[in-house]
């Protein structure tokens, strides 16, 4: 199996400039039932109303959480949707024909995208945080950002009312780079179908990933967030990746023994489990721990005698937990993933990647450290 961006899956070329959106792919999976909201051209059948819009408020008015006091999530549209059709406008007769059809088309919603499940999760630990804590601004707040010219924005509102997203907040940058506001926002994590753009926001210190569309989907839960992340250059630094493409798994093995009570340095998506840890405490000081909504995992390929204690000494010197550690001395992550079924797996080797989506799972690249420069074999490294 072979993964490509979202945007160019199921046999779709790549656009050689910035689009207003772009597909998620053509595949025939878990979303098509979703088809029949679409009103088409020519047909009799009438769009179903969409559900009435759940308002959130509390003393005052309508809250919002001040971006620097909330755990903010940047999603792109063409994850958060599925808009494959669209892009085939775009590329088949151009911006104008596809600006046209966005706005004639702009009553029927957009299909849900692989970040979907992610965000609703999102917002259903946000309504466990607001009853629990009424005033507090320590929520997550999410951010659409896209690509798209201003007249998209319509459809994408009316799409995000259908499917009742609590999402107020809009970046449309009609074809120019969204990075600066990722960073005006206070963006903790950005989740992109550009791997260009996610390299962009790791290079600025914000955590990012590419979204993947798997063929399948596992069901995942709709009471409990669930997040699980890989060790080596997503939560950690790649140094240990480095001891090992330069110098072989022996040498890694003893090197990990030696710097046992050595920490790793951080990686680019630890300040994410700091965030998520912040939030699940909040949950443990109601008397939620066994419940908490919130639940992370470390799938690594590492092994836990030889190499995966550092990991945990690190993680413990943080100040952070996960509450699963899986230590798969290189076996496939794939089938450990199915039966965690996390919103969303982060690794940053495309191998680990295609298998998690070849079982179903929701995956997501990033991009960052050694392994880019060296991709990862079938038979090579267990330390990931």
């Not at 992109?192 to 989907?217: R, Y």
């Not at 405490?281 to 550092?310: E, N, Q, W």
Request: charged content about 25%.
């Amino acid at each position: 199996m072979s993964l490509d961006p979202v945007q160019v899956m199921k046999g779709q070329e790549p656009t050689a400039i910035p689009t207003p959106t772009t597909s998620n792919g053509d595949s025939k999976g878990s979303w098509d039932s979703s088809k029949d909201v679409y009103e088409h051209k020519g047909s009799t059948k009438k769009p179903r109303s969409a559900p009435v819009r759940r308002a959130r408020k509390v003393e005052g008015g309508i809250f919002f959480p001040k971006p620097e006091n909330a755990v903010t999530i940047a999603v792109s549209s063409r994850v958060l949707f599925r808009t494959e059709k669209e892009q085939k406008v775009f590329d088949q007769m151009g911006v104008e024909e596809y600006l046209r059809y966005q706005m004639e088309h702009e009553n029927e919603p957009f299909a849900p995208g692989p970040a979907f499940p992610f965000v609703k999760a999102l917002d259903a630990v946000n309504t466990k945080l607001r009853e629990l804590y009424p005033e507090s601004e320590e929520l997550f707040d999410i951010v659409l950002v896209t690509y798209n010219h201003a007249h998209v924005g319509i459809r994408l509102i009316n799409t995000i009312n259908y499917h009742n997203l609590f999402i107020e907040r809009f970046c449309m940058t009609g074809g120019s780079s969204p990075i600066g506001y990722l960073k005006a926002w206070h963006t903790n994590l950005y989740l992109s179908a550009d791997a260009e753009k996610v390299k962009e926001a790791l290079a600025e210190g914000i955590a990012a990933a590419t979204m993947f569309m798997p063929e399948k989907q596992t069901e995942v839960s709709e009471t409990q967030l669930r997040v699980a992340f890989d060790g080596d250059a997503v939560l950690f630094s790649d140094e240990s990746e480095r001891i090992f493409k330069a110098h072989g798994l022996d040498k890694f093995f003893e090197h990990e023994r030696e710097n046992e009570n050595t920490l790793l340095d951080h990686g680019p998506l630890k300040g994410f489990l700091e965030l998520l840890g912040k939030l699940q405490k909040k949950f443990y000081a109601k008397g939620h721990r066994l419940d908490c909504p919130i639940r992370t995992y470390l799938v690594t390929a590492r092994s836990a005698a030889s190499s995966g204690i550092r990991a945990l000494k690190t993680l413990r010197a943080w100040g952070l937990e996960t509450d699963e550690a899986l230590f798969l001395a290189g076996a496939p992550k794939g089938p450990m993933l199915e039966k965690i079924r996390p919103h969303i797996y982060f690794d940053d080797q495309m191998f680990h990647v295609e298998g998690a989506a070849e079982m179903g799972t929701v995956a997501a690249h990033v991009p960052y450290g050694i392994a880019q420069k060296h991709p990862h074999k079938k038979s090579s490294n267990p330390s990931k």
